[in-house]
């Protein structure tokens, strides 16, 4: 036989070892049955080409060499797996769909829970991708709405830089509030200005603050601040002497041009100003006239409580709501009154008629010395006015300053609070009136060469001195000799004589040297002791009163300079009595005349022969010569030219 | 009283640190932040910078010594026409003399 020997040999039912682990357990294979495994094996062949080769290949035969039909469907044919997934996908889809509907409609079942199929790496890598994506997007936008917002804040800094500026720099001078609940209403923020005055703690109740006081703050079109001021309202003090024709007070003429320009303009536009400074500027100018007249107001006030509440002292002669008119003294007549400076500057005339008392003898402008007083004064006392009110009502609460403005004032201050406005009338009729002494002391002064007129300032509202010094020659023989010989001139050597006159309120007090006392006249002999002399005087009297005041003082010295030299001499009130040889007595006697156009003091010789008797009354002997106003070193001349007829 | 204007710098501070963690937890979000929820934290901060620098009142401001100078402007507005016036005068005689 020939031929190949096949054998096959069964399977052997030994269990085949699959693996081998590390602990020694054996794995096998699964039991599988040879069939099953190779129908798995022939499954696992994949005749899908062929298949695909097979059909293609019949319908080129029924197509007939169409190549495009042949190209689109093997398109069709790539995409045919593609659509069929999709399709697929929907269909489970669908199912899904249906079940939760199903789901919810029924009440009965409800979804437990839900697993996500495991996510493969690649698509947990696209989800973060996309996210991120996302988020970068979502930044972006966040980033250019930031910057647009930005630009937006810039620009609205920028303009309400402007105004905040200007707001701070009014902030340093005038206390600026706000207002929450007007600026939740209206457009602005709500800033308002108060301008009202906190006076003292006693006199907190009557002052209320009045509608000037706050001043709201608002924008104009371009974002600058701008400030309203209520046109009318703004009134100011004014102090006047009635009957005086006031269109010469200059002083207050300017002040109330002055207020009514600003009041205009704020609502002119024709001049605006170039910058924020210059607006600022303006701002503030008008806000310190407010400021002022507010002020204003509330010393008018006080004058009216003062007014109403202490009349001892004050004469009242007129009450109106903005008005008080008082008496001062005999005939002057002054007036306090709130002006509101709305009316273009006019100032009210008042047509009170003024009494004035014609004082007997003092027939010297009268007339004019009240016009002369009035007019550069009457702006003084309205400021002075003003000064008082304002410490007596505001500055109560700092004791110190009050306590050194008091040591400067000695007496006659004001101690208690009643009646600043009673101080203040006494201080002007106390100016009045010392104005009156002044001139009659320069009338004096004028017609007496050898006397001066010295002002010495007191501190003090009510009260005035001036001083007269006199003064006199050198002695010839002092100037000579070194050697003092007689016991007299050992005292004081004089130079000048001094008179002071003191005005306190409307009472004239003279103070002098010189006059001899009555005792030393008595005796005959003349101590040299000096003696203060203190008169009280009025208007009337004073010229007189210091002519001989003067006129004893040169008799005084004269005597002095007789001793000195060696005459005998003696004195009286008013004369100088001289003895020369022979008996004879030369007297030189003053006569005070002090309504003397030419000079006030003028001089007497007189020559008697005393050599007889000493009786008054043999007045035959008596030879007398005027020898008119004599300087005083003639009158030394002369008393050495007696002296050398003495002699000879 | 407004009780805004007592809200101390402390409680102040808390606020801010409230709305900063706000926006960071925002930023964390995995899907970006919400806009309309930053918009609003944007807003509340800036209404607390404003807030530190407001205007406060400044109640010290004391009207006495300003009005003690104007009675002392108005003064020398007095005085010195009065003293050009002297001077002028003396100039003359000095001239003259």
């Known amino acids: 036989m020939e031929g190949d020997i096949k054998v096959s040999l069964d399977k052997l039912p030994i269990k085949r070892l699959e693996a081998l682990d590390e602990n020694g357990f054996e794995r096998f294979a699964s039991d599988v ?51 069929e997934n999709l399709r697929l996908a929907h269909q489970e889809l669908m199912v899904i769909i249906d079940l939760i509907n199903t789901v919810e409609e029924n009440d009965a079942v409800s979804v437990v829970g839900m697993t996500r199929p495991k996510q493969l790496l690649n698509e947990h890598l696209s989800d973060l991708a996309v996210s991120t994506v996302t988020k970068l997007q979502c930044f972006k936008s966040l980033g250019k709405y930031f910057k647009q917002s930005a630009k937006a804040l810039e620009e609205q800094t920028a303009r309400e830089a ?66 309203n001021l209520p046109r009318s309202a703004c009134h100011s003090l004014q ?33 605006k100003p170039s910058n924020d400074d210059e607006s600022i500027q303006e701002m503030h100018l008008t806000l310190r006239q407010v400021h002022c007249a507010i002020h204003d107001e509330q010393i008018f006030d006080l004058v009216n409580r003062d007014a109403s509440n202490s009349p001892m002292g004050l004469y009242l002669t007129g009450i109106k709501e903005k008005y008080l008119s008082l ?45 002369h007083l009035a007019i550069p004064v009457q702006h003084s006392f309205e400021i002075y006015l003003r000064q008082l009110f304002f410490e007596h009502a505001f500055m109560k609460a700092n004791p110190k300053i009050i306590s050194s403005l008091r040591s400067q004032t000695p007496t006659r201050t004001v101690s208690d609070s009643s009646s600043i406005l009673g101080h203040f009338c006494k201080a002007l009729a106390h100016r009045i009136f010392s104005k009156k002494v002044l001139l009659m002391l320069e009338h004096l002064v004028q017609r007496t060469p050898y006397v001066k007129l010295l002002s010495n300032p ?43 006159i003191v005005v306190i309120d409307e009472s004239i007090t003279i103070e002098g040297e010189g006059s001899p006392s009555v ?32 006129a004893s003082q040169i008799i005084q010295w004269l005597h002095e300079e007789a001793l000195i030299v060696g005459l005998k001499a003696s004195r009286d009130f ?49 030879n007398r010569k005027l020898l008119g106003y004599l300087p005083l070193d003639v009158l030394y001349s002369t008393l050495l030219d007696l002296l050398n007829l003495s002699n000879h | 009283m ?69 009675i002392c402007c108005k003064k020398l507005e007095y005085i010195i026409p009065q003293l050009e016036e002297m001077l002028q005068s003396i100039n003359e005689s000095v001239h003259t003399a």
Not at chain 1, 55 to 69: H, I, L, N, V, Y
Not at chain 1, 176 to 204: C, Q, T
Not at chain 1, 519 to 547: E, H, Q
Request: hydrophobic content about 35%; aromatic content about 6%.
């Open chain 1, 327 to 371: 008496r001062i003294g005999e005939g002057t007549s002054v007036s306090i009154s709130l002006v509101s400076s709305a009316e273009n500057g006019e100032i009210v005339c008042s047509s009170v008629e003024n009494t004035r008392d014609t004082l007997s003898g003092a027939n010297f402008q009268e007339a004019d010395s009240l016009e």
């Open chain 1, 519 to 550: 005792i030393s006249l008595f005796k005959g002999k003349s101590d040299a002791v000096i003696t203060m002399d203190k008169y009280d005087c009025d208007l009337v009297t004073l010229p007189t009163i210091i002519l001989l005041q003067v």
């Open chain 2, 2 to 70: 407004d009780p805004q204007t007592q809200t101390t710098s402390m409680q102040r501070l808390q606020i801010v640190e409230k709305l900063a963690g706000g926006v960071t937890e925002e930023m964390a979000y995995p899907t970006g932040p919400r806009k309309s929820s930053l918009i609003d934290i944007q807003m509340m901060l800036r209404e607390e910078v404003k807030r530190t620098s407001e205007y406060r009142p400044f109640e010290k401001c004391d009207y006495v010594p300003r009005l003690s100078n104007e």
């Open chain 1, 33 to 83: 049955d040879y069939d099953e495994k190779r129908v798995s094996l022939i499954r696992k062949i994949d005749f899908a080409w062929a298949i695909e080769r097979e059909d293609p290949g019949k319908k080129q035969k029924t197509a007939g060499g169409r190549t495009k039909e042949a190209t689109s469907s093997q398109q069709q044919w790539q995409w045919q797996s593609l659509v």
């Open chain 1, 162 to 227: 402007r105004f905040y500026g200007a707001l701070m720099r009014l902030q340093q001078n005038w206390k600026i509030k706000r207002h929450r609940l007007v600026a939740a209403v209206s457009g602005n923020e709500g800033f308002y200005i108060d301008l009202f005055n906190n006076p003292s703690h006693d006199l907190a109740p009557i002052f209320r603050p009045s509608s000037l006081c706050t001043v709201p703050i608002d924008h104009d079109p371009s974002g600058m601040l701008t400030i």
């Open chain 1, 239 to 271: 102090f006047e002497f009635l009957g005086v024709d006031s269109v010469h007070s200059v002083g207050n003429l300017g002040q109330k041009k002055m207020l009514v320009l600003r009041q205009g303009g704020s609502k002119e536009s024709a001049d």
């Open chain 1, 458 to 500: 007191t501190w003090h509202s009510r009260t005035s001195t001036w001083t007269i010094s006199m003064k006199l020659p050198q002695s010839i023989l002092h100037a000579g000799s070194q050697i003092q010989t007689s016991s007299i001139a050992n005292k004081n050597v004089r130079s000048q004589f001094l008179t002071k």
């Open chain 1, 574 to 622: 008013l004369s100088l009595a001289l003895e020369l040889k022979q008996g004879e007595i030369v007297r030189l006697v003053a006569h005070v005349d002090p309504d003397d156009k030419g000079s006030c003091i003028s001089w007497w010789l007189t020559v008697e022969n005393r050599s007889l008797a000493s009786d008054i009354d043999n007045v035959e002997s008596e």
